[in-house]
């Protein structure tokens, strides 16, 4: 007879119930499972698509703890448009909600054509990487 099952934010589960309980679980080697991982990190850009012309976007992205951050711009044949790096702890670094602007520039400073672009934010050491699209109108 088991009674209850519990189960601690740890995955460690415990259990009421009399010395059957303790037999079954020697018996069956009852193992705990760490809960799943919680997503970590969200991106998005507003407003998508933007008129790169008169306007620019906002990207926004939720880090789990501070770290280094680089984001990448592609278009869909997979070319480099642009590429950002912020450093831990500094804007764009830190730990929960960072935001900055891109008014859809390339790494020359020309503007982008017209289309879909793919926006990858890498922070490996918050445990991050989020992809999201863009789209560029004129």
């Not at 009852?30 to 998005?44: D, E, I």
């Not at 448009?81 to 500094?90: D, I, L, N």
């Not at 804007?91 to 017209?114: H, M, P, Y």
Request: hydrophobic share 40%; net charge positive.
């Amino acid at each position: 007879y088991i009674g209850h099952t519990l189960a601690d934010a740890q995955g460690n589960l415990y259990m009421s119930g009399n010395d059957n309980a303790a037999a079954w679980l020697a018996k069956y080697s009852v193992k705990t499972v760490p809960p799943p991982p919680l997503p970590s990190c969200a991106a998005f850009n507003y407003p998508n698509p933007f008129n790169s012309r008169n306007s620019a976007t906002t990207m926004h992205y939720v880090l789990p703890k501070a770290g280094p951050v680089q984001i990448t711009i592609f278009n869909l044949v997979g070319n480099v448009a642009k590429t950002w790096s912020f450093r831990m702890g500094e804007a764009g670094g830190r730990a929960g909600v960072n935001e900055f602007q891109w008014d859809g520039t390339d790494s020359l400073g020309r503007k982008v054509v017209q289309g879909m672009y793919i926006a990858l934010v890498s922070a490996q050491a918050a445990g991050c990487e989020a992809t999201f699209r863009l789209g560029v109108r004129h």
